[in-house]
């Protein structure tokens, strides 16, 4: 991928110069001419490359609001004052490097360069410092439930082989856990897990995402990439929100799974891979296979060991243990819970699972003043919820069609017209409500 630039400088003339130099070193290049001009295109920068003294708002401003942004993102600073201290000062103050006017483009291109090289290094070892933290993970899954220790039991079992596991369960219940600890009791612990967020990437690119490109395969491809599959070849890849996946990708993904191979986007040479494959869904998969939406064949390659993940509402007896783990885990002073707060806790439907129990605990930490966290500390998201029948009629006068449309254009307009995000909050996955939509005659974004 292309890295993007934003270049801040007022004096136009060195504006264009700089913008001509680095889209000809193959950069993608936003320009402003003011610190405040460039804020809004912080978020979309790579490196920030900014004069230091700009007409109202500083570099030095800049600079630090580029940091609130996002701690990580490299920033040049140029300056005409060639004097060591105002180099020192933006050094000091974050920027990763600094040059100073006059300068050559030449340089001006290698700073730049070093600064990006560096910036990607730390990102790579963030990611596994990441990785080495979830290694450990395995013996702080909690679940003393009958079910919980089931799903231990497997997760052993299963390690040991190269069998493909498809994970099923409510947002929240573990998946992502239970993935990782699958992966870190296999074999291919030292090897690497990449996880794949099928609804984070966007339809047209999870080709090249998964499978990776020649340079040349479309325009922008200046290089040759490799796919996920390829950077977990002798690994694990984990496919999160499989349902997700877009018919046309589906085929594909058949194809590794039954032969472990597949081609790069504009190659046709064929590539081989050794890779463990597991995949979790939050959504009924049955229910997208009986509308058409995802294909019946994968599925059954996808669901050699099936491990479902119950809701923590069928599973309260984990609840006192789980509170028990996020309160030393997250409680910095405060050292044990009341039973009338487990008891407040055991009376809730948890909708969102064990993620919303750990978030309300943290929340709740927040509040406490003693040394053990008490009910009255204890926000719930909503009131206890008790269902009583009269909860699933029909409003008076509607069909269930038209309900059902009344709660997907409700769901959207939540969502601001975001369908992934809809079908979450409907707990279906993005297929299944696209079927429903064009079944409503709404396919195209229109509510
Ligand atoms: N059994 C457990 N013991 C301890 N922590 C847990 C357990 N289950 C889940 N958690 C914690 O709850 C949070 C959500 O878990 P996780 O991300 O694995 O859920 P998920 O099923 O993948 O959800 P989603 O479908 O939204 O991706 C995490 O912070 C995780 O550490
Ligand atoms: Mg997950």
Redesign the pocket.
């Known amino acids: 991928m292309k890295k993007r630039i934003l270049a801040v400088e007022d004096e136009e003339k060195l504006r264009r110069v700089i913008e001509l130099q680095l889209s000809g070193a193959g950069y993608d290049v936003d320009l402003a001419g003011t610190a405040e001009e460039a804020v809004p295109l912080l978020d979309r920068a790579d490196l920030v490359l900014t004069d230091l003294k700009l007409p109202a708002m500083s570099g030095q401003d800049l600079l630090a609001a580029a940091h609130r942004q996002n701690a990580q993102l490299p920033v040049i600073i140029m300056t005409a004052f060639g004097t060591v201290e105002t180099a020192v000062e933006a050094m000091k103050a974050g920027a990763v490097d600094f040059v100073l006017k006059p300068f050559s483009l030449d340089h001006l291109l290698r700073v730049i360069a070093k600064a990006l090289e560096v910036s990607a290094l730390r990102d790579e070892n963030r990611k596994l410092r990441e990785e080495l933290g979830h290694r450990y993970q395995f013996d702080?899954?909690?679940?003393h439930s009958r079910a919980?220790q089931e799903i231990f039991a497997t997760v052993i079992r299963v390690a040991a082989t190269r069998a493909t596991v498809l994970l099923a369960?409510e947002?929240?219940?573990?998946?992502?856990?239970?993935a990782r600890a699958i992966h870190y009791h296999s074999p291919r612990r030292d090897r690497p897990f990449v996880k794949i967020n099928c609804t984070a990437i966007p339809e047209n690119l999870m080709e090249s995402e998964l499978f990776g490109y020649e340079k040349g395969a479309f325009t922008g491809a200046n290089t040759s990439k490799p796919g996920k599959f390829e950077q977990a070849d002798t690994g694990t890849a984990f496919l999160?929100e499989i349902g997700d996946v877009p018919a046309s990708i589906q085929v594909k993904l058949l194809r590794v799974l039954q032969e472990r191979e597949f081609e790069r986007l504009g190659s046709n040479k064929t590539l081989r891979i050794d890779v463990r494959v597991i995949a979790?869904t939050?959504a009924d998969l049955r229910a997208a296979l009986e509308q058409g939406t995802f294909r019946e064949d994968l599925y059954y390659r996808l669901n050699v060991v099936p491990i479902n993940?119950p809701p923590l509402r069928q599973r309260m007896e984990d609840i006192p243990l789980?509170a028990h783990?996020f309160v030393a885990k997250l409680g910095s002073g405060v050292e044990s819970i009341s039973d009338a707060a487990i008891e407040k806790l055991m009376h809730y439907q948890w909708p969102g699972n064990?993620?919303e129990l750990?978030n309300v605990i943290e929340r709740s930490l927040v509040l406490c003043s003693s040394r053990t966290l008490e009910a009255a500390d204890i926000r719930l998201d909503t009131a206890p919820k008790t269902r009583g029948l009269g909860d699933y009629f029909l409003p008076e006068g509607m069909s269930l069609d038209e309900y059902e449309q009344t709660i997907i254009r409700e769901a959207l307009k939540r969502a601001s017209g975001n369908k992934s995000q809809a079908a979450r909050l409907l707990g279906l996955t993005r297929n299944a409500l696209r079927y429903r939509l064009s079944q409503m005659g709404l396919e195209s974004g229109e509510v």
């Not at 702080?140 to 679940?143: D, H, L, P, T």
Request: aromatic content about 0%; proline content about 0%.
């Open positions: 702080s899954i909690i679940g919980m369960g947002s929240g219940v573990g998946k992502d856990l239970i999160d979790a939050n993940l789980l783990h064990v993620r750990e």
